[in-house]
């Protein structure tokens, strides 16, 4: 009995509350919310609080129904008097993404023709041998750049005497066969040795020079200076000391002129420095000055025309005509081969500048000996 009165108690209370609800709210009005409220036609002021800034929010200038959001690393423009919104897109993308009218095809816009670069050429002379013939070049040896030079001269036999084809223009006569090492210590800074054969005193120059200048630098010429002291049989006597400058200018990338002054201090006469090793005596040394120059000029990229002459202007020893050369120099990548004509067996700083006359041959014209060098850097 009492349970059903608790029953019947509780089913009224909700009852009474359901009707109370339903009784808060006017027949046909839905409950206002905020939706409902921006979309009427005025919205109460009353319920709404002004903010100085909105993160990610800005206005349209100029314009009052454009805002601009950025969410998520993108940004949109919202129209509210058109209720669009438009995502913001790159110039380039938004041409591509934009569909070409029906019936129209799409032409991509020209790009101007771009004018090819015209290659310009070198303005300094291609070599490959750190010596023309006998006098530098001042070519730039890089650090720890090895270059080998072989020389041959066939100084005893005439090239152009009658029957001389016979004997291959005197090759197959006596040579006087030298070898060399340069070595590059720094970029600047190298050193070398060569020597001469028992035939031509057993002559040991040792070497050491600095790289002064260099064209390919954009310095207005190459240049150089070494110092040398050559020893005969094998460096046991007759010192001799030499100093030398060595100076070579472009003639665009077709030619190159080279000069190059040379002071001997303790210089003896070419007869008595070669015939040391059979003869040692004693002979009281002199200082000799040379002046020499010489030209390369390309008549094919890899084929040169070259000649050179040097005279000693002071403390001639005996030789009264300057050694001079003719020659054609074929010159490949850290190679070079040159064959030449010259009236000088002499290859050292201090012999280049004798002539075979100091033998008592004819070092005229008509007196030429053929010769060649073989130089190739290996490093």
Same mark, same amino acid.
């Given at each position: ?8 108690? !509780? ?28 979309? %009427? ?35 949109? !423009? ?5 209720? &669009? ?20 095809? /799409? ?43 072989? &020389? ?38 190298? %050193? ?6 028992? /035939? ?74 070669? %015939? ?12 000799? &000055? ?13 084929? %040169? ?42 290859? &050292? ?5 004798? /002539?075979?006359?100091?033998? *008592? ?5 008509? *007196?030429?000996?053929? *010769? ?8």
């Amino acid at each position: 009995m009492r349970v059903s009165f608790f029953r019947c108690l !509780l089913m009224g209370l909700v009852f009474v509350v359901r009707c109370w609800s339903a009784a808060a709210q006017i027949p046909g009005e839905p409950t206002p919310t905020i939706s409902s409220q921006l979309g %009427a036609t005025e919205i109460p002021q009353a319920g709404l609080v002004p903010v100085a800034r909105l993160e990610g929010l800005e206005f349209v200038n100029g314009s009052g129904s454009q805002i601009v959001l950025e969410r998520d690393g993108k940004r949109y !423009l919202i129209d509210t008097k058109n209720q &669009t919104i438009r995502e913001f897109v790159p110039t380039s993308v938004a041409s591509a993404q934009t569909p070409a009218p029906s019936g129209q095809t /799409t032409t991509p816009p020209a790009t101007p023709a771009t004018k090819p670069e015209e290659k310009k050429e070198p303005e300094t002379y291609y070599t490959e041998d750190i010596v023309l013939w006998n006098l530098p070049t001042a070519m730039h040896l890089p650090k720890k750049a090895l270059m080998i030079d072989f &020389t041959h001269r066939f100084a005893f036999d005439e090239a152009f005497e009658p029957g001389a084809v016979s004997d291959l223009f005197g090759m197959d006569g006596f040579s006087i066969s030298s070898l060399g090492f340069t070595y590059g210590i720094t970029n600047r800074w190298f %050193a070398g040795i060569y020597r001469t054969p028992t /035939t031509f005193g057993r002559i040991l120059q040792l070497s050491t020079g600095l790289q002064l200048s260099r064209e390919n630098a954009g310095h207005p010429f190459s240049s150089s200076i070494r110092v040398g002291v050559e020893g005969t049989d094998h460096f046991r006597n007759k010192y001799i000391t030499s100093l030398e400058l060595a100076f070579a200018r472009s003639i665009k990338n077709r030619a190159q002129i080279y000069f190059t002054p040379t002071v001997s201090f303790n210089n003896r006469p070419l007869s008595v420095v070669a %015939a040391d090793v059979f003869n040692p005596t004693p002979v009281d040394g002199n200082t000799t &000055t040379a002046l020499g120059a010489g030209l390369s000029l390309d008549i094919r990229p890899t084929v %040169a025309i070259l000649g050179e002459a040097i005279y000693r202007v002071d403390g001639r020893l005996g030789t009264v005509r300057p050694s001079f050369m003719l020659g054609i120099q074929k010159k490949l990548f850290r190679h070079s081969f040159t064959l030449g004509v010259t009236n000088s067996p002499g290859t &050292t700083m201090s012999t280049r500048s004798a /002539t075979r006359g100091a033998y *008592g041959f004819d070092d005229t014209f008509g *007196g030429l000996t053929i *010769g060649f060098n073989l130089s190739r850097r290996l490093f």
